[in-house]
């Protein structure tokens, strides 16, 4: 049996924040991941030199570096980071309250005494910056600038630096002296990112690859029908032109800018959001692209089922997805493959909760087993199995920032002989695709379809607002009145809007804190373009595009619940409780794969909290096949309380209170999961905030949490609730 052929392939990316004619930036997030995962992840390869993998680098994200490292480029994080803490206006000092807390709290300011002290200070989430600035002095405020800094270096630099590590160990009082040092240190490791990445790939070890410019939806900008392969009937935008000029440029100007930097073309690409389109296969392979690689439901539309999963997620005919495939268009032809979404999601949003040393090696034991269930099939040629993934964001929700998970990974896949760790273009060129994609269906790397993009109304208003602006501007060109230094600027501002980034947050599907600053963002670019031209910008680029702002993840009891505990779904027991739907709270990232809990139910009756979990079916029987032993209910509010229930598959559950057995809880598995406490063991009082979430074990091992990166909120009701809510 040859060796498994284990394919990661990291995609690193960030949006094109600046505003080019301002000279503003409002996000940190290239500078912040630059120090902590764009260093790290090169650094992690660099160990051990018997790895090999494949890296995708964004030009969007790599134009950006080259901003900070050359000395022109900021953002306003990093300008309030340098001002004097005893000089800050009001107004700095309050967005310093409300932006230096952006970091994974259990992860990032709970490991850091001072950190988490100056966390509790603020209160986020429960006071405004504007009460909460007179709790914090000058010290304060000089620290909380230097931490916010500090917590996003890769944890691997404190190891090798022992000045770094001398300054972390300070903790606190640091002098204005310090915190320009720390700037200076951040700087000097954003400039070894670029070069990192070159010696990787000269030295054999790392395959790079790239992304059209700005990170466009390509089959999007080649005709916004093909939305409907995937979703027939759907609402399109006003304008339906085609922008295929468009998707060929991005493509040229990312191949060429990637030579300029690297040396050498990219013979493989990660098309923005693994998305792709038969209609779009001849222009990739124009600009010499080779292969690319998508999500494995692209297969499974574009093969009439031939591949497909199971409800519980079991493939059939896996030797099918770990294998090349062949696209091709006339004589134009493209090697595919195919990311096991099952596996990805595993390292995005499972192992975050494991013992990392178990989780490396349950990842590994995995590829061994697909080569197994493969190897007749396959013959004397590997099996390939690709496990792709964003490079950066899930790296903040593993409490040591990945560095045992992804040390003991990069060592045994390296040690192994029934794996074999390789670059996709390496293995493509001596095990090339035999199967042929007749016709490659429309879609992304979610759901296969393109509905975070053009499936709301407000992405549909947004690329309406796009296309009237590159309307003008077609006719400016037509007309040549304008310099060429103004008209290649004003195309570049387009080709930064039609970026997948900005789509991505209007709609349901996705939100953060940041909602409307990314709207701004957006309409600046489409503004930038009327102001190059010299014409003023229509009004409706000055109203929001995204209505809601940050919307609530999760409704809210209205009323009192009259719930007994017997795992029956009784409709009108819960029908006054606050509702929670899986999934539902996405931010940068997203996961394709589903866990077991679907839904949750909560809220209270006079007495006590009420929770229920549904499954995809009957509960009893999903919690067996899932083999969930214990759900655990953490509370951020009140802190430091967990409610831990085992003992499913026995005769009866046991729920604990932080270790000591709560007698008068209340369960029941049946139809559905459903759990009485009394709310008096909280200690809170009518008023108090309560937060917290569900997090399910299997084997002893956290296998999903609920909600996966934010808690559900309840606030303890006074005895005369109802009447105030009927008042209400």
């Given at each position: 049996m040859p060796p498994v052929s284990?394919?990661?392939?990291?995609?690193?990316?960030?949006?094109?924040?600046?505003?080019?004619?301002?000279?503003?930036?409002?996000?940190?997030?290239?500078?912040?991941?630059?120090?902590?995962?764009?260093?790290?992840?090169?650094?992690?390869?660099?160990?051990?030199?018997?790895?090999?993998?494949?890296?995708?680098?964004?030009?969007?994200?790599?134009?950006?570096?080259?901003?900070?490292?050359?000395?022109s480029g900021s953002d306003r994080h990093l300008d309030v980071s340098r001002m004097p803490a005893d000089g800050l206006s009001k107004a700095d000092a309050l967005y310093l309250l409300d932006h230096f807390f952006m970091a994974n709290v259990d992860s990032m300011i709970c490991p850091s005494p001072r950190y988490h002290e100056l966390f509790l200070k603020r209160r986020v989430g429960t006071d405004s910056a504007e009460s909460a600035l007179s709790r914090f002095s000058v010290r304060d405020l000089r620290d909380l600038q230097v931490w916010s800094n500090l917590a996003w270096m890769h944890p691997i630099l404190f190891e090798i630096d022992p000045e770094l590590r001398e300054f972390k160990h300070k903790g606190q009082s640091y002098s204005e002296a310090d915190k320009a040092w720390l700037l200076d240190k951040q700087l000097e490791v954003l400039r070894q990112i670029i070069p990192m990445h070159r010696q990787l790939s000269e030295g054999g070890q790392v395959e790079l690859t790239t992304t059209p410019f700005y990170?466009?939806?390509?089959?999007?900008?080649?005709?916004?029908?093909?939305?409907?392969?995937?979703?027939?009937?759907?609402?399109?935008?006003?304008?339906?032109?085609?922008?295929?000029?468009?998707?060929?440029?991005?493509?040229?100007?990312?191949?060429?800018?990637?030579?300029?930097?690297?040396?050498?073309?990219?013979?493989?690409?990660?098309?923005?959001e693994g998305s792709v389109a038969q209609e779009i296969i001849g222009a990739i392979s124009d600009v010499g692209i080779e292969w690319i690689a998508t999500d494995e439901e692209i297969l499974m539309a574009s093969t009439g089922g031939r591949v497909s999963r199971d409800p519980h997620g079991h493939l059939r005919h896996p030797e099918l997805l770990y294998r090349p495939w062949q696209a091709a268009d006339g004589d134009k032809q493209l090697q595919m493959i195919f990311r096991d979404h099952g596996l990805s999601d595993l390292i995005g949003f499972q192992y975050q909760r494991a013992d990392y040393v178990m989780a490396a090696l349950d990842l590994l034991g995995r590829v061994e087993e697909i080569g197994r269930a493969t190897q007749h099939a396959n013959g004397e040629r590997p099996t390939l199995v690709p496990i792709i993934l964003d490079g950066e964001n899930c790296w903040e929700y593993y409490h040591d920032g990945g560095v045992t998970f992804l040390r003991t990974l990069y060592h045994e896949a390296a040690r192994r002989g029934s794996i074999n760790p390789v670059r996709i273009g390496e293995h493509l060129r001596e095990h090339p695709a035999t199967d042929r994609i007749d016709r490659l269906f429309a879609g992304s790397w979610?759901?296969?379809?393109?509905?975070?993009?053009?499936?709301?109304?407000?992405?549909?208003?947004?690329?309406?607002?796009?296309?009237?602006?590159?309307?003008?501007?077609?006719?400016?060109?037509?007309?040549?009145?304008?310099?060429?230094?103004?008209?290649?600027?004003?195309?570049?501002?387009?080709?930064?809007?039609?970026?997948?980034?900005?789509?991505?947050?209007?709609g349901p599907e996705f939100g953060s804190a940041q909602d409307k600053l990314f709207d701004r963002l957006f309409r600046t670019h489409l503004q930038n373009i009327y102001s190059l031209l010299g014409e003023p910008a229509p009004a409706n680029l000055n109203e929001p595009i995204k209505r809601n702002g940050h919307r609530r993840l999760h409704t809210l009891p209205t009323g009192f619940l009259p719930v007994k505990v017997d795992g029956r779904a009784t409709f009108f027991e819960w029908i006054s409780a606050g509702v929670y739907?899986?999934?539902?709270?996405?931010?940068?990232?997203?996961?394709?794969?589903?866990?077991?809990?679907?839904?949750?139910?909560?809220?209270?009756?006079?007495?006590?909290?009420?929770?229920?979990?549904?499954?995809?079916?009957?509960?009893?029987?999903?919690?067996?096949?899932?083999?969930?032993?214990?759900?655990?209910?953490?509370?951020?509010?009140?802190?430091?309380i967990e409610f831990s229930v085992g003992g499913f598959g026995d005769e009866s559950l046991v729920v604990t209170l932080n270790?000591?057995?709560?007698?008068?809880?209340?369960?029941?598995l049946g139809q559905i999961f459903e759990l009485g406490v009394p709310l008096s063991v909280l200690g809170v009082t009518a008023g108090s905030v309560v937060k917290f979430f569900v997090e399910v074990f299997s084997h002893g091992q956290s296998t999903d949490r609920v909600p996966r990166e934010t808690t559900l909120e309840f606030t303890v009701p006074p005895p005369d609730f109802e009447h105030i809510m009927w008042q209400v």
């Open positions: 284990l394919a990661f392939f990291w995609h690193q990316h960030q949006p094109y924040y600046p505003n080019d004619l301002t000279g503003e930036n409002e996000f940190p997030w290239v500078r912040l991941h630059g120090t902590k995962d764009y260093w790290g992840m090169a650094r992690h390869i660099q160990e051990v030199p018997e790895f090999r993998c494949t890296i995708n680098l964004v030009p969007s994200l790599l134009v950006q570096l080259l901003k900070y490292t050359e000395g990170h466009p939806i390509l089959p999007l900008l080649w005709d916004k029908r093909l939305a409907r392969q995937a979703m027939p009937g759907c609402e399109l935008p006003r304008h339906l032109d085609s922008y295929r000029d468009d998707a060929i440029e991005q493509l040229r100007r990312a191949v060429v800018f990637h030579e300029q930097l690297f040396g050498e073309k990219p013979r493989g690409m990660w098309p923005s979610i759901s296969h379809n393109f509905a975070i993009w053009i499936g709301h109304h407000e992405d549909r208003t947004a690329w309406d607002l796009l296309h009237e602006a590159r309307e003008r501007l077609k006719l400016a060109q037509t007309k040549g009145a304008l310099s060429k230094d103004k008209l290649d600027q004003a195309w570049q501002e387009l080709f930064i809007a039609e970026g997948s980034d900005w789509f991505w947050w209007y739907k899986a999934g539902s709270e996405r931010g940068t990232m997203a996961q394709v794969t589903d866990g077991a809990i679907r839904r949750i139910h909560f809220g209270f009756d006079r007495s006590r909290l009420l929770l229920r979990v549904d499954t995809v079916g009957r509960a009893r029987e999903d919690f067996e096949r899932s083999e969930i032993d214990e759900l655990r209910i953490r509370f951020v509010e009140p802190e430091g270790e000591d057995s709560v007698t008068d809880a209340e369960t029941a």
